[in-house]
């Protein structure tokens, strides 16, 4: 528990390289200061997943976190140093996605939130191309189809508390691993 704490304080004491905002304000002209901001903050609780639990297989739920990550790898050095720091272990870049499930679970006792800023980050901000997340549909027993959302709560099945992996019914689309950006 000593090392989580000294990792999870690795995270949030890091100044990020000032490249890393620059390079995300260019690529999202739209994007405000103060939405910049909590962009970081969402990627500083996404490494703090890691640095909990660091050998988790997490997903990038957060097209805006996903970008915020990708800039930061371009600084080598910094970035070598952090990810040592606060994960103990390379962590690289990857398109290969970890569970949302997993992920979910691990920003929830980050954040004690129905709905982590890692989830609604890019909603917040009007991002066109992100996903929409719901932390419950409502429904019991059976989600109900919300156009466009994912809902959180059912993807461990219908009527069921996320657990683990989503595997669904034959066919049905692994979110698992539609979702890209994660270890």
């Avoid at 528990?1 to 995300?24: C, N």
């Avoid at 800039?71 to 994960?87: G, L, Q, S």
């Avoid at 156009?147 to 059912?154: K, R």
């Amino acid at each position: 528990m000593v090392f989580a704490s000294r990792r999870v304080a690795a995270v949030d004491l890091y100044v990020f390289p000032a490249g890393v905002r620059q390079r995300v304000s260019a690529a999202r002209p739209a994007l405000t200061e103060a939405q910049l901001a909590t962009v970081e903050t969402a990627a500083r609780q996404w490494f703090r997943l890691f640095a909990r639990r660091p050998s988790s297989s997490l997903a990038v739920p957060s097209v805006l976190v996903g970008d915020w990550w990708r800039e930061f790898v371009r600084h080598e050095r910094e970035y070598a140093a952090f990810v040592e720091a606060a994960v103990g272990r390379a962590l690289p870049y990857s398109d290969v996605a970890g569970t949302v499930a997993a992920t979910y679970r691990e920003a929830r006792r980050d954040e004690k939130a129905d709905l982590p800023l890692i989830f609604r980050v890019d909603q917040e901000a009007g991002v066109p191309d992100a996903r929409r997340y719901l932390a419950d549909c409502g429904g019991r027993g059976q989600c109900f189809d919300v156009p466009g959302a994912v809902c959180l709560q059912h993807l461990g099945g219908p009527g069921r508390a996320t657990r683990g992996d989503f595997k669904g019914p034959p066919g049905a689309v692994d979110l698992g691993s539609d979702i890209g950006g994660g270890l």
